[in-house]
Nanobody, 124 residues
Framework: VQLQASGGGLVLAGGSLRLSCAAS????????MAWFRQAPGKEREFVAG????????YEADSVKGRFTISRDNAKNTVYLQMNSLKPEDTAVYYC??????????????????WGQGTLVTVSS
């Protein structure tokens, strides 16, 4: 599966961005999708994940209530709507695809495929 992330950029604190990740695979709907991020000098961390059909989502505590993950299986695309952004959200954001389950992805970070990353910079 090839994943192409886009939508990153520079935004002021309190602003919003929407990241998109387009998948090449026609079996996109058979994958759990997730977003991870890696800030400078830190390890990659799980941000949000969504089940195969979008019925279940899971967000990290650090973004809960501010970030929303969604997917459109007809467009082979997963989104991350980021609101109320904070400087500590600055990171390279990666989308990922996994055969599942979502709970394992969130707990272990084990995925099958990674996208190339898109940089989000939040200035204060």
């Amino acid at each position: 599966v090839q994943l192409q992330a886009s939508g990153g950029g520079l935004v002021l604190a309190g602003g919003s961005l929407r990241l998109s990740c387009a998948a090449s695979e026609r079996t996109f709907s058979s994958y759990v999708m997730a977003w991870f991020r890696q800030a400078p000098g830190k390890e990659r961390e799980f941000v949000a994940g969504i089940s195969w059909r979008g019925g279940t989502t899971y967000e990290a505590d650090s973004v809960k209530g501010r970030f929303t993950i969604s997917r459109d299986n007809a467009k082979n695309t997963v989104y991350l709507q980021m609101n109320s952004l904070k400087p500590e959200d600055t990171a390279v954001y990666y989308c990922a695809a996994a055969p599942g389950p979502l709970s394992t992805v969130a707990r272990t970070g084990r995925v099958g495929f990674w996208g190339q990353g898109t940089l989000v910079t939040v200035s204060s």
